[in-house]
């Protein structure tokens, strides 16, 4: 499995990583020894890089990894999230209070059966609190020794260079594929700036690249998809149109929709690190496959024209959502 550098402060981690939320939250119920084994098969493969949040489940996420990387906790970069969960009644999400953070670092750490976190990310900007002040209390368990690195998720550029002066932030998440680009027009270009990484969730559109999700019936009753506009009617109908030459490109290759769609993402003058999130070893073999596939550059263009920014119809969150993305 080959490395990369998530930015500038010294982090290495699996050019492809794997994204853990589904297996225990948002597309239906998952047996864990499934689970457990998709884990065990990443880590055969060299992919290292294992994101999760206290917000999965809620807890239960951190709970899984932390069975499964037991007494192999040197192999493994551990990167989880708070802010988006609370204990309150009601619940303050998000949350960016430095009490919260203190909460939140001892919970994750004693779920993940670990002394330390790699890779430590506010999962939501907290618009009441300034960023300053969660940023001071990350750096403060940086330097006792909780966690290793920073990251923010969703959050604007601004917010992200008012974050990079207090500490430096070694990478940030948002959700990034062909279907979803909003990314690219200012956070991109603050990051190759600042010298942060970039880690790609849903790179394959949480399911729609890989071609197989052609109505709402076959997914579990609890699948947040169910609730996700771009997944609803006409708007999926719609949608669908955009996969043809993803597809045509896939067949004239040997290879699946998803292998393109992840080498897209993986484009090397980009640096970005998708995690694809799978619950199936099977799947880690052939999300880890696409590193093999050098898109041509007629290719990359084709593909980013069809997906061009705004071509994906409805938003990818209910508006509730919505409202806490780009912080």
Request: glycine share 10%; with cysteine; proline share 6%.
């Amino acid at each position: 499995m080959r490395k990369t550098q998530l930015g500038t402060q010294g982090l290495e981690v699996s050019a492809v990583g794997l994204g853990c939320m589904g297996m225990t939250f948002g597309y239906g119920s998952v047996e864990e020894s499934r689970s457990i084994a998709t884990i065990e098969r990443a880590l055969e493969l060299g992919v290292d890089f294992l994101d999760s949040s206290d917000h999965y489940g809620p807890e239960t996420n951190e709970t899984l990894i932390g069975r499964a990387i037991a007494g192999r906790r040197d192999e493994v970069i551990v990167a989880t999230k708070f802010g988006s969960y609370s204990t309150e009644t009601p619940p303050r999400i998000p949350d960016g209070r430095p009490e919260t953070v203190r909460w939140a670092v001892e919970g994750s750490l004693k779920r993940l059966g670990t002394d330390y976190i790699d890779l430590y990310y506010q999962h939501r900007v907290d618009p009441r609190v300034p960023v300053e002040e969660t940023v001071g209390v990350m750096a403060e368990l940086v330097a006792e020794g909780k966690v290793r690195y920073l990251g923010l998720c969703e959050a604007s550029a601004q917010t992200i260079r008012r974050a990079h002066a207090v500490h430096p932030i070694t990478a940030v998440q948002s959700e990034y594929s062909l279907w979803t680009r909003d990314a690219e027009e200012e956070v991109l270009p603050t990051l190759k700036e600042l010298g942060i990484g970039f880690v790609a969730y849903s790179p394959l559109g949480r399911g729609f690249l890989t071609g197989t999700i052609s109505s709402l019936d076959s997914l579990a009753e609890n699948d947040f998809r169910r609730i996700a506009p771009r997944f609803q009617g006409d708007n999926l109908d719609a949608n669908r149109g955009l996969l043809r030459r993803l597809e045509e490109i896939a067949g004239e290759r040997g290879v699946t929709p998803a292998q393109v769609a992840l080498a897209w993402v993986l484009r090397p003058a980009e640096g970005i690190v998708p995690i694809p999130g799978t619950t199936r070893p099977q799947r880690v073999d052939e999300n880890s496959a696409a590193l093999d596939i050098a898109l041509t550059d007629t290719e990359i263009a084709e593909l980013s024209a069809v997906f061009a920014p705004g071509s994906a119809v409805g938003d990818r969150y209910p508006a509730p959502m919505m409202a806490t993305l780009n912080g």
